[in-house]
């Protein structure tokens, strides 16, 4: 038994006794999944360096039929991209200065919904928020996602210029842009352009935290449904995204073609690398 399962049991309250065992049990539940999701990882990556399953039960003195239903079983690998255990999903409120109240876009309720529904999928927990009007969020917590652009709040405008290639920049004209450091391209919406078009530019980066201890998932669009295509991409290629930057940090833009009646995307396709920020320290 356990120390900290003694000091439970020892408890005399039962009031107290079923709260701390209703914790305890949603903790352990929590480390459970995250203990089965690295299993099947590291099942998985000796796999994937040529060894057999027979091998690999050899070697960990498991059956060959226990690594291999470990291989199929349990929550996949790739939702650690999201974060581990639980996550928290932030989404920016808005002021409509014409009825004088506070909003949330549409786009910003179904970007932040289907990202919850996402990491269900993975066997996370969720919860989610909602980033103030003054742009308020305490960003050194584990497991946080936040949509929310950087002329909504300083403190991801803070975060977002942590990014060694990628930088929010206004155009002459006035339209917000990402311009890409390293190549010099210069990404703009296509509501900003002339002609007009359903076309839209999204952000999507691991980023440091404010206190340096360790990190967050930015989601952003030029306009909302950049966001809602970056989700997209979260929803159809997160195994592909695993496998190319794991949980280090990154950063990459994603065009977004869209239903200009439903801000649906009809595609979302990556715009550059997933640059890696340890391989671009200096751009």
């Known amino acids: 038994m356990s120390d900290e399962l003694r000091r439970i049991v020892a408890i005399d309250d039962p009031y107290l006794l079923l709260r701390e065992v209703t914790t305890r049990l949603a903790d352990a539940q929590q480390e459970v999944t995250e203990l089965a999701r690295l299993r099947r990882r590291v099942v998985q990556d000796l796999h994937a360096q040529g060894l057999s399953y027979a091998q690999i039960a050899a070697k960990a003195g498991l059956s060959r039929g226990r690594i291999h239903q470990i291989r199929h079983t349990g929550p996949a690998p790739e939702g650690a991209f999201l974060g581990r255990g639980s996550v928290t999903v932030a989404t920016p409120l808005r002021r ?21 529904e996402l990491a269900r999928s993975y066997g996370l927990d969720v919860t989610s928020e ?18 929310c652009g950087p002329r909504m709040s300083q403190e991801m405008w803070d975060t977002y210029a942590q990014d060694p290639v990628l930088a929010w920049e206004r155009a002459e004209d006035g339209p917000w842009t990402v311009v890409d450091r390293k190549t010099g391209l210069v990404h703009r919406s296509g509501q900003d352009s002339a002609p007009a078009r359903p076309y839209d530019v999204g952000y999507l980066g691991r980023l440091p935290r404010p206190e340096g201890q360790g990190t967050l998932l930015a989601i952003a669009g030029i306009h909302t449904q950049g966001s809602l295509g970056v989700v997209q991409l979260l929803t159809n290629d997160l195994n592909t995204l695993w496998g190319q930057v794991g949980d280090q940090r990154f950063s990459t833009l994603v065009g977004v073609e869209y239903d200009p009646d439903t801000s649906e995307p009809l595609s979302a396709e990556l715009l550059c690398p997933l640059y890696r920020h340890d391989e671009e320290t200096s751009v």
């Open 96 to 116: 409509d200065d014409e009825r004088g109240r506070t909003v949330v876009a549409v786009d910003d309720v179904s970007s932040g919904k289907r990202l919850e």
């Open 130 to 147: 909602h980033v103030p009007l003054t742009g308020t969020i305490d960003l050194d917590r584990d497991g946080l996602v936040v949509v």
